[in-house]
C-alpha cells in the first residue's frame, strides 16, 4: 500500500481544510493511505494571538523522517507576499542532510498553496516551493486545466 505524506502550514485554517480535502481525493485512489502533518509553527503564542490566527489543528508535527517514510509527498502553504511562509522555509532548510544523501530522489510530490487575491502572487510561490523539490530530486506530475473560458480569465488581448 502506498503512504502518502501531506505536509502543511496554515495561520487561519484555510490549508488545513485543504489538507483534509486533498487527503480524502489520496485515499479514493484505492491502495493508497495518507497522513497528514503540520509544520511546526516558529511565531511565538502572543504573536498567533495577536494575528487572531485560528487554533491548530491535532495533525502531528511533521519532522524530515517523515518525507524519508512517505512513497509520496504533497506540500500545502499559503502565499506571504509572493513567497513561502518562512515556516515553511525553515521546515525546507531543516532537509539538507536528505538532500546530501539523495534520500528523496525520484519520490513522486506536489504542492497545494492558496492566496488571498487573484494577484496574490500565486506562480511566484509556485516557483519558490519548486526550487525545493528539484534540489531534492524529487518529481512532480502536473495537472492542467482545460483550457476553456470557465477556467482561464481572458483579456482583450487574448486571441
Known amino acids: 500500500m502506498a503512504k502518502i505524506a501531506i505536509i502543511y502550514y496554515s495561520t487561519y485554517g484555510h490549508i488545513a481544510t485543504l489538507a483534509e480535502s486533498v487527503k480524502e481525493g489520496v ?7 495518507a497522513e497528514i502533518y503540520q509544520v511546526p509553527e516558529t511565531l511565538p503564542e502572543e504573536v498567533l494571538a ?4 485560528a487554533p491548530k ?21 499559503p502565499t506571504r507576499f509572493g513567497s513561502l511562509p518562512a515556516q515553511v522555509k525553515a521546515f525546507f532548510d531543516s532537509a ?17 498553496f492558496s492566496t488571498g487575491t487573484q494577484g496574490g502572487g500565486q506562480e511566484t510561490t509556485a516557483f519558490t516551493a519548486l526550487t525545493f523539490l528539484a534540489h531534492q ?6 495537472a492542467t486545466a482545460p483550457r476553456s473560458s470557465s477556467t482561464w480569465t481572458r483579456s482583450t488581448a487574448d486571441p
Do not use: M, N, Q
Open 27 to 33: 485515499e479514493s485512489v484505492p491502495g493508497v493511505t
Open 50 to 53: 495577536k494575528l487572531h490566527a
Open 57 to 77: 489543528k491535532d495533525h502531528a508535527i511533521a519532522t524530515v523522517d517523515v518525507l524519508k517514510e512517505a512513497d509520496g509527498i504533497l506540500f500545502g502553504f
Open 96 to 112: 539538507g542532510g536528505l538532500w546530501a544523501a539523495g534520500a528523496l530522489v525520484g519520490k513522486p510530490a506536489g504542492i497545494f
Open 137 to 142: 530530486g524529487l518529481t512532480c506530475r502536473w
